[in-house]
């Protein structure tokens, strides 16, 4: 799996994520990764935070997400939307398709926030 310094996505696209996430969580977005099978790229860090992090176990981890879309297949609850994670100092949005896939970071924002922004990422993520 590449670093975050590796290119996986374009340049083009990796900015639409950052613009849509920055529209849609504002300055809560603390952090914004992308990532498929064969690497990953941090597209965005808070200036107030460590470059120093270890993406690798949070990609490793949050890539499993790319079953949740068969896992959860036909469930009463719907077909799966997204994943929010909650930490002591802030929270974890997963948008996957069965490609690849996007977290992000923040501070404390509104469940409907979290709605708001993983609809984004979707729309993104499927062109």
């Known amino acids: 799996?590449?670093?975050r310094d590796?290119?996986?996505v374009d340049r083009t696209r990796g900015q639409e994520f950052v613009d849509a996430c920055r529209a849609t969580v504002g300055d809560q977005l603390r952090s914004l990764t992308?990532?498929?099978d064969d690497g990953f790229e941090q597209l965005y860090l808070r200036s107030d935070l460590s470059a120093e992090a270890d993406l690798t176990g949070f990609v490793e981890h949050e890539s499993l997400g790319?079953?949740?879309h068969t896992a959860y297949h036909?469930?009463?609850l719907g077909?799966?939307?997204c994943t929010i994670r909650v930490?002591?100092?802030g929270f974890l949005l997963r948008v996957t398709t069965p490609d690849e896939g996007i977290f992000l970071t923040t501070d404390g924002i509104t469940l409907g926030d979290f709605k708001e922004a993983a609809t984004a990422l979707k729309t993104l993520l499927a062109q």
Request: glycine content about 4%; overall charge negative.
């Open 6 to 8: 590796s290119v996986v």
């Open 74 to 76: 036909g469930s009463e």
């Open 87 to 89: 930490f002591e100092h």
């Open 79 to 81: 077909e799966y939307d």
């Open 1 to 3: 799996m590449s670093t």
């Open 66 to 68: 790319f079953d949740a």
């Open 34 to 36: 992308y990532f498929r």
